[in-house]
């Protein structure tokens, strides 16, 4: 190797590429160069060809530099003597993949680790403050690693074998304390718990007292590992699974409101292909999450500390499945009846000639909101019956005790007349239908429009009583017209999100269905209220 050096460029020969520019120098020197000041040769061109050192390794440039500089000095020294004590970074050929690209990296540098036989202490005091707090670090990694190394073979290899595992030849996996951090040190975690193999551990001890303290230690981990078995089907029971729902109704009706497991999955099945696969959420978890929502009302901050999430991501989950379930589970769950089955399946308390022709009962009910901050949307929504902000809805039942429909969300001011005629429940009337409503239902003549009819209570108004004729139809009339306030009560008892009062946020419009989500949940409820059983009885 030789230094040349100029006022412009300085070079830096190795191997073959630095005879190619040595014989192009002696050839610029042999036909001469007019700019030749600034230029300091220890050897001549010919003398640094002749003598060059050739590089002793890859990336062992330091290694070749002093060998080449002792020779100037007059010193002889062999390359692997030099080799040996410059230590420098050298590429690791032999190595993985990935060590060997990282040992590419780094080779031919110096080590930021005092440890390591690679460093060299830097002549600049000024280093920056992030790379010295980064080299304190990997040291401190590196000697905790150590001590945990040590203490783990101290406590696994028995103490009356220990002097003759220290006077015999140190196992191939044991840490060498002279030598450097590896890079697996720096790239493991620091609590590294995976224990040692057999062959870690080294010759094993054949008296008595070791093999006790063997046999005590492998009824110890035993016993370990029974109760972390144990532990694990515990968690299991407790996690929003498939496997920890299954055979288990009881629970099932607890969190979801529906009698059985089988139910579950059903509606599962129809609504998990339409689920977006979240990061920290299962399809099933996504889908029981809604449903303990509706049910128990829990708090979105109560669930993420559940889940392990931020209560966002809860809030986002639940208001794109109550959009799928919407979608999937309203238009089939929630059927008008047809005519003729209705017919053939009547309740007997229906079949006489006044109530024969029942095609439904309805009824409003209405919900708790937050006070909307708009002047104009609080005076609609506050409803004096209730002396609260509400939505109201109309609510219809087959004589069957299904929910056959369900309205989108009115102001609580909103009267039960104008919330029949302008919610589309006329239309699904026909002739002959007879509906059965409450008092406050005037919409005779907008469903005589439809030539079917409406029974209501009777009034007293102008009388001091009611004729015998009006109080026997009347006192029928309201025995069966109860079904419909039972069914709103199971509603509102199986998901308890309806009882509460409910955010103004849930009554943000959702652009893609254009439906209130405090609407699609009052639907989704009513659907779900109607995969479990009748309130009504067939006999």
């Known amino acids: 190797m ?13 191997k073959e590429a630095p005879v190619l520019r040595c014989q192009s120098l002696m050839e610029e020197s042999a036909g001469g160069r007019e700019e030749t000041e600034g230029e300091a040769m220890l050897w001549s061109l010919q003398e640094a060809v002749e003598r060059q050192t050739l590089q002793i390794g890859a990336s062992a440039c330091g290694a070749t530099a002093v060998v080449d500089v002792l020779k100037a000095l007059g010193m002889e020294a062999a390359p692997e003597e030099v080799d040996r004590c410059v230590q420098t970074s050298l590429r690791r050929n032999e190595a993985p993949l990935p060590d060997y690209l990282l040992s590419r990296s780094q080779a031919g540098k110096k080590s ?19 790379i010295k707090k980064r080299g304190n670090l990997l040291v401190d990694r590196f000697n905790r690693r150590q001590a945990l190394k040590r203490r783990r073979l101290q406590r696994e290899i028995p103490a009356a074998g220990s002097s003759f595992i220290t006077n015999s030849t140190r196992p191939e996996n044991a840490p060498d304390p002279s030598a450097g951090p590896s890079i697996r040190d720096y790239t493991e975690q620091e609590n590294d718990s995976h224990s040692l193999d057999d062959s870690d551990i080294g010759p094993t001890c054949e008296n008595d007292k070791c093999k006790t303290q063997i046999n005590s230690l492998k009824l110890e981990v035993q016993a370990l590992r029974a109760e972390n078995q144990l532990l694990k089907e515990n968690i299991s029971k407790t996690e929003l699974t498939e496997s920890a729902l299954q055979n288990n109704d009881k629970r099932v009706l607890l969190l979801t409101g529906l009698p059985t497991f089988s139910i579950l999955m059903a509606l599962f099945n129809v609504v998990s292909p339409h689920l977006k696969m979240k990061s920290a959420f299962t399809l099933f978890q996504q889908f029981v999450l809604t449903l303990i929502k509706l049910r ?45 089955i209705l017919r053939k399946t009547l309740p007997n308390a229906f079949r006489n000639k006044h109530f024969e022709k029942t095609i439904c009962i309805i009824d409003c009910f209405e919900i708790f909101m937050e006070n909307p901050g708009n002047l104009l949307a609080s005076a609609q929504c506050y409803s004096t019956y209730k002396s609260h902000h509400t939505m109201k809805y109309l609510i219809g039942i087959s004589p069957q005790g299904s929910i056959c429909f369900i309205s989108n969300g009115w102001g609580g001011r909103t009267s039960d007349k104008f919330i029949t005629e302008n919610s589309n429940f006329l ?24 030539q079917a009819d409406l029974k209501i209570p009777a009034f007293t108004r102008g009388k ?8 026997e139809s009347t006192r029928s009339l309201v025995s069966l ?28 419009i959702d652009e893609e269905n254009d439906v209130m989500y405090l609407d699609k949940i009052v639907k989704i409820s009513c659907a779900l209220t109607n995969a479990c059983g009748s309130v009504v009885s067939a006999l």
């Open 2 to 14: 030789y230094l040349y050096v100029s006022n412009k460029d300085s070079y830096c020969c190795t």
């Open 112 to 130: 930021e680790n005092p440890l390591s036989p690679d460093y060299v202490p830097s002549i600049f005091k000024h280093v920056p403050s992030p």
């Open 296 to 340: 128990m009302n829990l708090s979105f901050d109560f669930l993420a500390f559940y889940f392990g999430v931020d209560s966002t991501t809860v809030s986002k989950v639940f208001k794109h499945c109550i959009s799928v379930m919407y979608c999937r589970l309203v238009p089939s769950l929630i059927v008008w009846p047809d005519r003729e």
């Open 427 to 450: 239309s699904h009337l026909l002739p002959g239908d007879l509906v059965l409503a409450d008092r406050g239902f005037n919409v005779k003549q907008s469903i005589q429009a439809f």
């Open 464 to 471: 001091k009583q009611l004729d015998p004729f009006d109080l």
């Open 481 to 508: 017209r109860i079904h419909i306030e039972r069914v709103i009560g199971v509603v509102r008892q199986k998901y308890t999100l309806l009882q509460s009062t409910v955010p103004i946020t849930f009554t943000d």
